[in-house]
């Protein structure tokens, strides 16, 4: 493959490994084992394995290598192991890093469980984690010391679009030699610079718009080859958070598609944006890409477009909120993101119901708010459909 090719390419054709049958479409290895011919070549493969050569789908398989080589080409990163799901990733990427005593740095909004994994089981094993407003640089400049071992963020936060500063954040933490592990579902694979701008390790939930189509778990951690190849593959192989064959062919072909699904939801997304700011029912609309969003010139430094979501904040709170969900005829009410058709979520009562309400207000997780997942239909009809449950509070 060659490496001048544009990520739009190498969604089609990077990392593609044919049979001897020559298949067009990629093949399901659907094994969880491989053959030797003789107990010397199973001893051999034991000792070093070798280029196209596997030993067990919990350790490797062809057509997981394929999504995984795929995805690295795209990202532009050395190497790329898939997991079973995008928490699998980020706990991996985690587990792999750090040790007891170490030290986190954290964006405080973050996706439930990754919140989770930091709070509750990080610091059980006696990882000292400092939370800082994302945004803040300030923040990030302080809670930094000489025994922080990793930093870790979203590049865009969940649901109310805060952008960070990654090449500025990736420069505090790189002057103590912290690791900058990003999670980086928002940005999407398509908008990311995230190595470029300074992140070391990059992890997705595929779950959300490389598969597309709400159709299977998956997540994919990117990084140097010793890394991946090193303690993160060490890690995850015996710990067995592996992705099946399978859901790596669904994930293989939905990078297929990811350029054209993406630019479009995105452009989408703009446009449902700009026509709502100033709507008589809404106290605000969250997009990064709007002027009025305070990180608009970070986001604009930071990517080509702005992701496909959108959130709005209603007034007249929950009430409103809920009469405007259930108008609503084309988009419906679910929590993932990245999909295919458009989704609505009311984080307040669902993804984030269980925060206590203090730590919703700081992270501006209002009972208006309305996270909205732009799909793939057509723009024009979202957007009715949209001002007509408007209409409807
Ligand atoms: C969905 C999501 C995850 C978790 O991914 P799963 O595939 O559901 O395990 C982690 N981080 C972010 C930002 C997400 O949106």
């Not at 090719?5 to 969880?32: L, P």
């Not at 469980?113 to 803040?136: K, M």
């Not at 190595?195 to 779950?207: H, K, L, P, R």
């Not at 669904?250 to 990078?255: E, N």
């Amino acid at each position: 493959m060659s490496k001048d090719w544009n990520a739009r390419t190498k969604m089609v054709h990077g990392g593609s490994r044919r049979s001897q049958y020559g298949e067009v479409s990629e093949s399901i290895f659907m094994t969880q084992g491989f053959v030797y011919e003789t107990a010397e070549a199973a001893e051999a493969r034991f000792v070093e394995l070798g280029d196209d050569e596997f030993i067990y789908a919990r350790y490797g398989n062809p057509t997981v290598r394929m999504f995984e080589d795929r995805i690295a080409a795209i990202e532009g990163a050395e190497d790329a192991f898939a997991t079973a799901s995008g928490m699998a990733a980020v706990n991996g990427a985690l587990m792999s890093i750090l040790k007891a005593g170490d030290h986190v740095v954290s964006s405080r909004a973050l996706f439930g469980s990754c919140l989770y994994i930091l709070e509750e089981v990080l610091a059980r094993f006696g990882v000292e984690i400092t939370f800082v407003d994302g945004a803040d640089l300030d923040q990030w400049r302080k809670a930094v010391r000489a025994d922080t071992a990793a930093v870790f963020l979203e590049t865009v936060s969940n649901p109310t679009l805060e952008v960070v500063d990654l090449k500025a954040i990736s420069e505090i933490a790189h002057a103590v030699e912290a690791t900058v592990i990003v999670d980086n579902v928002f940005a999407t694979p398509v908008f990311s610079r995230a190595i470029e701008f300074g992140a070391d390790v990059v992890v997705y939930s595929a779950t959300k718009h490389i598969d597309g189509q709400g159709r299977c778990l998956g997540g994919v951690v990117l990084g140097t080859k010793e890394f991946i190849r090193g303690p993160f593959e060490t890690y995850l192989k015996h710990t067995g958070g592996a992705m099946s064959p399978f859901n790596a062919w669904v994930m293989l072909k939905g990078l297929e598609t990811l350029d054209l699904r993406v630019r479009a939801q995105a452009e989408s997304a703009e446009k449902i944006a700009n026509a709502l700011e100033g709507h008589e029912k809404l106290e605000r609309v969250l997009f990064p890409f709007l002027k009025s969003h305070p990180q608009n010139e970070i986001a604009k430094a930071q990517f080509e477009k702005c992701g496909t979501v959108l959130s709005i904040d209603l007034k007249g709170g929950q009430e409103a909120a809920f009469k405007f969900l259930n108008a609503l005829e084309i988009c419906i009410i679910s929590n993932n993101l990245g999909d295919a058709k458009s989704i609505v979520t009311h984080p307040a009562t669902t993804t984030h119901q269980r925060l206590p309400e203090d730590q919703k207000t700081l992270l501006g997780i209002s009972p208006g708010l309305v996270r909205i997942s732009v799909g793939i239909e057509c723009s024009d009809d979202l957007l009715q459909d949209i001002l007509g449950a408007l209409d409807a509070v």
